[in-house]
């Protein structure tokens, strides 16, 4: 059996949590890469364990192919096929990956009891809320839900929180980079204009037909920017259109590259699929065909020329080069000088930030850098700078808060105290969270020095609840300790340790309260000059 990695076995413990708290349709959200299948897999096995039958549900065979050979491979589990003329009904095997084209047809439908399953994992949850995704949940409406999704932008959060009921665990890319599970992407901006303003927009995203006729003109400028950025690397390029990736397969070749195309119309694709992996291609074009259920570790460059304002899609996209490979340093991710009248069109900080503000100043950012910039490395520092601005900005606030008599502290100063991006912005996303705070949550708060007055609903006071219990266990300072020495004029106190900010209690004390000679509050940090 495999060894799941440090979060895949915290995502599991945190998903059986979840159901046994009630919870019983709960989402897993994890970068792309970052081995979902694994994850599931994982909670299949304790499913069968437990005596249960098991759905897995996708929309494409290459998912279903995925999953079942994940099973066997690293669980041993073997698994039932529900597609097409093959029926997992009556079959002894506890585990079935269905086609939900095929299992959402009525009559098919209709001979299974309802509660045959109880469990379903819908890999690529994003889908879930179609009609014929829901015909199938609801059928099975007794059965526990998992799904499993990359990491979604709030607009999908707030779609996705009409069905499922909480987010068990999420695993976001910036978090994988740092811990070695996925490799770095640099961002390089190539300085050549793309001209989309006239674009139309079909099923909210930009119409494929209309960015097909508005990209034509570049691709021989592509190709020769390509020259200079993609040598001695393994590229994907993702284009709208069928005719536009078998053009611009073309003019590449044209160009000396060793390129191939692949579409959903291609008798040799697997042949070529291969090949590509072997290394007889190095530019492998494609209209929007590799976007899921496709690996290639090796491939160390993508280039994005089906603009997209879907944020998952973009993410799947830039996704396929971010496994990790032996001699593969980092991902070289090029993106163009899009002129268009839209402002939610998906750029590099797509993959990684969820504030807008954030994700804006990491574009400019992009757009001025000399060469590749670190996504990871550009995002900590926009953040810094964001939060450095709103917290100028709140200065006349906090000032009051820091001056009231009173014995808690606001959420909002604790949580730019202890810089928790998460905490200012947040917003509820499921049905429960939107709901009051429970007496029970309040009083925890209240004893733990936090002010439950501004708390405004049961979602928020959970996060603060969850982080005060972190922090706790980190061993970081309190609020108590927090109120008290920023009522005092020191800064970010949430940052220092439990014995940091107790030990400047314990001196303030010694010294009736006043400020010990030699330190100047504004600008004292634990361990570092004083400041006078």
């Known amino acids: 059996m495999v060894v799941l990695r440090p979060y895949q076995e915290d995502a599991r413990q945190a998903i059986r949590a979840e159901w046994q708290a009630g919870h019983r349709k709960t989402l897993t959200v994890a970068a792309t890469g970052t081995g979902k299948t694994v994850i599931f897999g ?14 897995i549900l996708a929309h494409r065979g290459e998912l279903l192919e995925q999953a079942s050979d994940k099973l066997m491979d690293a669980f041993g589990i073997p698994t039932v096929l529900e597609k097409a003329e093959s029926s997992s009904l009556g079959s002894y095997i506890p585990v079935t990956v269905g086609s939900v084209q095929s299992l959402c047809q009525e009559k098919r439908l209709a001979q299974f009891p309802h509660d045959y399953f109880q469990t379903i994992i819908v890999d690529e949850a ?10 199938v949940l609801n059928h099975f409406d007794d059965a526990k839900v998992l799904g499993m999704t990359a990491t979604p932008d709030r607009g999908d959060m707030k779609n996705l929180g009409e069905y499922f009921d909480s987010r068990a665990y999420e695993y976001p890319m910036s978090r994988a980079v740092r811990e070695g599970y996925l490799c770095p992407v640099k961002a390089q901006m190539v300085p050549l204009e793309l001209d989309i303003s006239e674009v139309g927009v079909s099923n909210g995203d930009f119409a494929s037909g209309e960015i097909g006729n508005a990209l034509e003109p570049y691709l021989d400028q592509i190709a020769q920017e390509m020259l200079h950025y993609c040598k001695g690397r393994k590229t994907v390029v993702f284009l709208p259109l069928i005719a536009t990736s078998q053009k611009f397969c073309a003019i590449l070749r044209s160009y000396g590259f060793r390129a191939a195309e692949v579409n959903g119309n291609s008798g040799d694709r697997k042949l070529i699929l291969e090949d590509f992996d072997t290394g007889k291609y190095d530019v492998l074009c494609n209209s929007m065909l590799l976007t899921e259920g496709w690996d290639s570790p ?7 020329l089906r603009p997209t304002k879907v944020r998952g899609l973009y993410q799947q996209m830039v996704g396929r080069g971010m496994r990790l490979s032996p001699g593969k340093k980092d991902l070289l991710l090029l993106d163009f000088l899009w002129l268009t009248e839209r402002h939610d069109l998906c750029r590099p900080s797509a993959l990684i930030s969820k504030d807008d503000a954030i994700a804006k ?30 917290e100028a900005a709140l200065a006349k606030q906090l000032e009051e808060m820091r001056l009231r008599k009173r014995r808690l502290v606001d959420p909002l100063q604790y949580a730019l105290s202890i810089a928790a991006e998460d905490l200012i912005n947040y917003v509820p996303t499921f049905a429960w969270e939107l709901g009051p705070a429970s007496e029970k949550q309040l009083a925890f708060l209240e004893k733990r020095g936090i002010h439950p007055e501004t708390v405004e609903n049961m979602g928020k006071a959970k996060l603060l609840i969850d982080r005060l219990i972190r922090r706790q266990q980190e061993g970081l300072s309190t609020p108590k300790q927090i109120r008290c020495l920023e009522q005092r004029g020191f800064r970010h106190v949430g940052e220092w340790t439990f014995e940091q900010a107790n030990d400047m209690i314990s001196r303030l004390a010694a010294n009736n309260w006043r400020i010990p000679r030699g330190i100047l509050p504004k600008t004292y940090r634990p ?6």
């Open 298 to 304: 090796s491939v160390d460059c993508v280039i994005v």
């Open 126 to 135: 994003h889908h879930a809320l179609s009609s014929s995704y829901q015909n």
């Open 42 to 55: 994982a909670v299949t096995n304790d499913c069968v364990n437990d005596g249960e039958r098991v759905l």
């Open 527 to 532: 361990g570092g000059a004083y400041g006078i």
């Open 361 to 390: 100043k990491m574009d400019d950012s992009l757009k001025d850098a000399a060469g590749a910039v670190d996504i990871v490395e550009a995002e900590e520092k926009a953040e810094r700078d964001i939060l450095a601005e709103r």
